[in-house]
């Protein structure tokens, strides 16, 4: 039991690692947290089930740059981390203002993370529409 404690417990720091990039607009340090084959799932209610893939560092570090480029002063807030070997599940709390509409807010969101040989393999994202133009 105490090797998989530890093995949960540093797939948890790594994604504790992870939002602290984002947090700090550090994409290089995002990167720093990645396979590099990661694949990054995204689905939100605008995908109407259609789902975003993004897979490699060059298209991870797009997707993190997209979304602080649309987004300014983002942040997720930690509301709870559950983990077992090579699987974190996160729900969060994603904030931010939109640059188009200056509009601020907060959404709730699930991120799960695959663990593999210390770094993240894979995120799968389940979250509201946070685009310009949701709401208005």
């Known amino acids: 039991l105490a090797g998989l404690a530890n093995s949960t417990g540093r797939d948890v720091a790594l994604v504790r690692k992870h939002y602290a990039a984002f947090n700090r607009d550090d994409v290089p340090g995002i990167i720093d947290t990645l396979d590099l084959d990661v694949e990054i799932v995204g689905s939100d209610e605008r995908a109407a089930g259609a789902r975003e893939r993004f897979r490699g560092h ?5 997707f993190f740059a997209e979304i602080k480029e649309l987004v300014a002063d983002n942040e ?3 509301l709870s981390l559950e983990a077992r070997p090579g699987r974190v599940e996160a729900s969060v709390r994603l904030r931010g ?5 200056e509009r601020s807010g907060s959404l709730p969101a699930m991120h799960f993370f695959t663990i593999a040989d210390g770094l993240i393999a894979r995120i799968e994202t389940y979250r509201p529409d946070w685009r310009p133009g949701v709401g208005s």
């Not at 060059?58 to 797009?62: K, Q």
């Not at 203002?97 to 509409?101: E, G, K």
């Open 58 to 62: 060059h298209d991870a570090a797009r």
């Open 76 to 78: 997720v807030v930690i």
């Open 97 to 101: 203002t939109l640059r188009a509409t």
